[in-house]
Structures are given as structure tokens and as C-alpha cells.
T-cell receptor, first 108, second 115 residues
Framework: GQNIDQPTEMTATEGAIVQINCTYQTSGFNGLFWYQQHAGEAPTFLSYNVLDGLEEKGRFSSFLSRSKGYSYLLLKELQMKDSASYLCAVHSGYALNFGKGTSLLVTP | DAGVIQSPRHEVTEMGQEVTLRCKPISGHNSLFWYRQTMMRGLELLIYFNNNVPIDDSGMPEDRFSAKMPNASFSTLKIQPSEPRDSAVYFC?????????????FGPGTRLLVL
């Protein structure tokens, strides 16, 4: 079966750093994706990890530990526009299996 | 590129009516996915096409749902008859199968409300 867990909600302050965790148990693993989804919009690609370690892309970084079935998305220098849902998705076979998303609220 | 295109963007219909959702994938992409998103269940894969052929439709809820991909640039998802529990946002996504990363790119979605 597929099981992907992430916190339902998080709140952080503008300018701060926030870490969104994702744990997974899936049959097969071809990589882990993070998507951002603003309310009423489509998910948009943020990052991809297939090997252990940290991938940095501007203010966003994503980490993967395959042995622990664990990933996190790190958002630095938070801005109000970062308020959105962040979806962790594991690529196994051809399919993307999505977590239910973490709703992040950035406050002034 | 215009990205994945979906129509209509919003659909309100009455229970029992037929609903047809349309998708145009990104040019050159050979994989197409239909997803449904609800608050309760999140994003669920309904069906996956590769090179216009349905590969996995195990996520299709029941016989009321059907999907076709007559050519590389067009796909439809049909619900007949529709029921209130079908109310959700339906996303189409496409990717380039065989690529190193196979990132899926999502369309804007169709927001369906069945009364």
C-alpha cells in the first residue's frame, strides 16, 4: 500500500524559516516531489529528490532520506505569498502518490 | 508553451446529467493523468494514459466514469450519470515519460458541482 503523512496545518511568521516534514511508506520509489498549491489553483512543481541529501533552489530546499522514508521542505525568508498548501508526492512506477498536503499560513 | 489546458473551468450540473471534461496536454508530452481532488481524500489518481493508451484505470471510481484519449493532444473524462458525491476539482496533468525526472505539470482544473 501507499502511505504518505505530512502535518495538516502550520503557521509561521513572515521572514522566518519553516520546515514541512513528510514521511512515506510506498511500494516502489522513483523519487519524491514537492508541489505548491495556492487556494483555487493547480499544484505547481517545486522540487525533486531521488538521492539522499539536500537540494537547494533559492529560498526553498528539500531533503531526502530514503532509508528513513523521510523528506522535508525548508522555506527560508518567508513571504506572505508563501501561504499555500504544500504537497509531498512519491513517484513509484508511473504514478505520483500524494499526501493530503500541509496548509501553511504566513502571518505578518 | 501554453501549459496544460482544461475546459470548462467551472461546471454546475444537476444529478443524473452527463458531464464531459476536456484536457489538452503539453505538446510533446506522452503521458497524461486525470486526478480528482477533494478536501477529504486529497489528490487521487483516476487514470493514466501513455502514448494515448490507458495503462491504469484502477482509480476510476465506478462504471459511471470513463476516459478517452483519441490522439496525443486531447483527452476527455466523462461522468454519466453524475451524482452529488462527484463534486470535486478534476485536474489533468501531463509529463514526458522516459525522462529522468518525469515531472507532472498540472492544468488549472475543472471545478465540478453536482446538485
Amino acid at each position: 500500500g501507499q502511505n504518505i503523512d505530512q502535518p495538516t496545518e502550520m503557521t509561521a511568521t513572515e521572514g522566518a524559516i519553516v520546515q514541512i516534514n513528510c514521511t512515506y511508506q510506498t511500494s516502489g520509489f522513483n523519487g519524491l516531489f514537492w508541489y505548491q498549491q495556492h487556494a483555487g489553483e493547480a499544484p505547481t512543481f517545486l522540487s525533486y529528490n531521488v538521492l539522499d541529501g539536500l537540494e537547494e533552489k533559492g529560498r526553498f530546499s528539500s531533503f531526502l532520506s530514503r532509508s528513513k522514508g523521510y523528506s522535508y521542505l525548508l522555506l527560508k525568508e518567508l513571504q506572505m505569498k508563501d501561504s499555500a498548501s504544500y504537497l509531498c508526492a512519491v513517484h513509484s512506477g508511473y504514478a505520483l502518490n500524494f499526501g493530503k498536503g500541509t496548509s501553511l499560513l504566513v502571518t505578518p | 508553451d501554453a501549459g496544460v489546458i482544461q475546459s470548462p473551468r467551472h461546471e454546475v450540473t444537476e444529478m443524473g446529467q452527463e458531464v464531459t471534461l476536456r484536457c489538452k496536454p503539453i505538446s510533446g508530452h506522452n503521458s497524461l493523468f486525470w486526478y480528482r481532488q477533494t478536501m477529504m481524500r486529497g489528490l487521487e489518481l483516476l487514470i493514466y494514459f501513455n502514448n494515448n493508451v490507458p495503462i491504469d484505470d484502477s482509480g476510476m471510481p465506478e462504471d459511471r466514469f470513463s476516459a478517452k484519449m483519441p490522439n496525443a493532444s486531447f483527452s476527455t473524462l466523462k461522468i454519466q450519470p453524475s451524482e452529488p458525491r462527484d463534486s470535486a476539482v478534476y485536474f489533468c496533468a501531463s509529463s514526458s515519460h522516459g525522462g529522468k525526472q518525469e515531472t507532472q505539470y498540472f492544468g488549472p482544473g475543472t471545478r465540478l458541482l453536482v446538485l
